[in-house]
């Protein structure tokens, strides 16, 4: 703990002048240290939210994962199977779907911060911030397969059965060995003495390799299938049963008993997320409740410049600064196949520019900030599927350059003094988010089907915020008259209360910022 100031110090007097002749000052924590004082930031911040503005829809924070139907349009690894299944019957209008996706998510991010800032003259302050962010992610995401019309491929190696390996591999075998029949048949001449019958011998025998050539993937790659009795397994057993006929009217032997294996069920509740984490599956992806992160944050260097400082005896006080700050790459993000994770920053260089006016006359006064922040290019890893379909395939990940949308904001705080030391601040602040951009990184091949931009949707986004809070301010003068060290704090409340683009959070946050002065030299 720093020691208390001594009372003969010439810099104190003009801390404490600076701390407390006027109301403005007083009232509202300053942003700049007088000169050859060492100001010792301590701050946390607690926030949480459970729910999510989507495009200005306020929905549960999971909502990117909940879908009724849980369609191919939203796993993808389910529209392959459709597009598999229209091609082998000729269906367009065929649609499968899990059934419904339910569940919740609870975020809660913790910041402890550490700054210092030192006044280097009388106007110009230089300071720094390095944050300690822990980030822990509550999420439940099940499946209600009640009204599914598809569930696990029973043949399949990862998610099938052996009963039904077995059974689709019979099929199979029956198959290949009847085509194989009627391919030597046709090569003997057996049917060279009926044109009609041989040319229906070799249209079957063509229709068949087709045929076969395009269940082996659907039938046995194929993670779900359609349940029995659905349209979908109506139209592939229709398909099939085609070529039965086909093959028994060339000749009465050529009949395949036996029929591949499809499901009687949708998937289970933790059917989607055995799926996903699957390690030999398409997707490979972490289980979906990630370990709580603790990690460093972006940290902040920057300079506070105070370039109008009006204070008359009476009347209107204004004082306002310019502050510059530069946001290092220092963050942790989240990892491509955490489908969950957070990041702790956003590791990437941001320039931020910052001018903030005081206004205050008697107990009442007001802060307004305007804010322009340029955020600058940097790499990411991420997996090339739009943000409304989260549970993307390993084979999307790709490493790729962001360039950020800038951001435009503007807050207005007025504040009214209840007690020499403390006093009342409400708050307002709005802020605009452009488009992010998205391109291929050096040396990384495109990836078929797919491209970066697909991240970039849902980039542009808006939000305003409301605020309370208590603010502190002591110049260090106490009763017995001796001085002590000078302290402000503030401590406050703040809701994302709308947003009419994007994906905002409704964030719910408290915090406390605690500064300490001493004389540096």
């Known amino acids: 703990m720093p020691r208390p100031l001594s009372p003969n110090t010439p810099l104190l007097s003009l801390c404490c002048f600076l701390l407390t002749s006027t109301p403005v000052v007083a009232q509202l924590p300053p942003l700049t240290v007088p000169k050859g004082l060492f100001r010792l930031d301590l701050g946390g911040r607690l926030e949480n939210w459970d729910q999510a503005f989507f495009d200005g829809a306020k929905r549960n924070a999971a909502g990117d994962f909940l879908r009724d139907p849980a369609t191919g349009s939203w796993l993808p690894a389910l529209g392959e199977v459709e597009r598999r299944l229209r091609a082998l019957t000729g269906g367009p209008g065929y649609s499968l779907s899990l059934g419904r996706t339910t569940g919740s998510m609870l975020v809660n991010v913790g910041t402890e911060s550490i700054g210092a800032a030192y006044g280097l003259t009388r106007r110009l302050t230089l300071f720094g911030t390095i944050p300690i962010v822990r980030v822990r992610v509550q999420d439940s995401i099940t499946v209600d397969s009640t009204a599914a019309t598809a569930g696990f491929n029973p043949a399949n190696p990862l998610f099938g059965t052996a009963n039904g390996s077995a059974q689709t591999a019979g099929f199979f075998t029956q198959l290949h060995a009847i085509l194989a029949s009627l391919s030597s048949f046709i090569a003997a001449g057996q049917y060279d003495n009926d044109p009609a019958r041989k040319a229906l011998a070799q249209a079957t025998l063509a229709r068949g390799n087709a045929l076969a050539t395009s269940l082996q993937p659907l039938l046995v790659d194929s993670p779900f299938l359609p349940i029995v009795g659905t349209p979908g397994a109506v139209g592939l057993t229709v398909s099939i049963d085609s070529l039965r006929t086909a093959l028994v009217a060339v000749d009465q032997n050529f009949r395949v008993a036996g029929s591949p294996a499809l499901p009687t069920v949708g998937i289970s509740q933790s059917g989607l997320e055995d799926f996903a984490t699957n390690p030999d599956g398409s997707v490979v992806a972490q289980p ?20 109008l400082d009006h204070r008359p005896a009476q009347g209107l006080v204004v004082r306002s600064v310019l502050q510059g700050t530069v946001r290092l790459r220092t963050g942790k993000l989240g990892q491509a196949d955490d489908l969950f994770d957070l990041a702790t920053g956003d590791r990437q260089p941001d320039v931020q520019g910052d001018l903030v006016t005081d206004l205050g006359a008697g107990k009442l006064g007001a802060r307004i900030t305007a804010r322009y922040v340029l955020q600058l290019p940097g790499r990411q890893q991420r997996r090339l599927t739009p943000p409304d379909q989260p549970i993307a395939p390993a084979n999307t990940l790709a490493a790729v350059q962001r360039d950020p949308g800038e951001i435009v904001e503007g807050s207005l705080e007025p504040y009214a003094r209840i007690a020499p030391h403390f006093a009342l601040v409400a ?28 991240l970039a949707l849902g980039s542009r986004e808006n939000g305003t915020v409301l605020s309370a809070a208590l603010s502190f301010v002591h110049d260090g003068a106490r009763l017995d008259g001796r001085r002590g060290m000078p302290i402000d704090a503030v401590l406050r409340g703040e809701l994302v209360v709308g947003s009419s683009q994007g994906r905002v959070p409704v964030r719910q946050s408290i915090s406390l910022i605690l500064r300490l002065y001493r004389k540096m030299f």
């Not at 990630?290 to 410049?305: H, K, N, Q, T, W």
């Not at 452009?434 to 990184?441: L, N």
């Open 427 to 454: 708050g307002v602040r709005h802020w605009r988010k452009g488009s992010d951009k998205y391109s291929y990184a050096p040396n990384q091949d495109s990836i078929p089907g797919t491209t970066p931009d697909v």
């Open 288 to 307: 979906f409740q990630p370990p709580i992160l603790r990690s460093i944050g972006d940290i902040e260097v920057g300079a506070a410049y105070t370039w």
